[in-house]
């Protein structure tokens, strides 16, 4: 977790910005929508995969989920798609 923390204060640094973060607030628990499940286990949930942005970028994004159930439980992948519209159609 700490290497986690490091990177993600680096590439603060840089001026990127967590694409989830700035849509869903620092307050939201990532597990919350978690995007990978070890051995595809409901009960096994993580948030591992990350999308950084420029944070010029992150004013009005959209960011999306998949679902367990659309991904994981008919065995498609063990992790869900993270998908981020920097142009949200209004």
Do not use: C, M
């Not at 977790?1 to 849509?23: C, P």
């Not at 869903?24 to 950084?52: I, N, Q």
């Amino acid at each position: 977790i700490n290497k986690h923390h490091e990177n993600v204060a680096r590439l603060n640094e840089l001026g990127y910005v967590s694409a989830f973060t700035a849509a869903r607030g620092a307050d939201v628990d990532p597990l919350s929508e978690a995007t990978y499940f070890h051995y595809r286990k409901r009960e096994r949930p993580f948030h591992l995969d990350h999308v950084f942005l420029p944070e010029p970028w992150a004013d009005g994004i959209e960011v999306e989920i998949g679902s367990y159930d659309d991904w994981i439980a008919p065995k498609i992948s063990d992790h869900t798609p993270v998908v981020v519209d920097v142009e949200p159609r209004q």
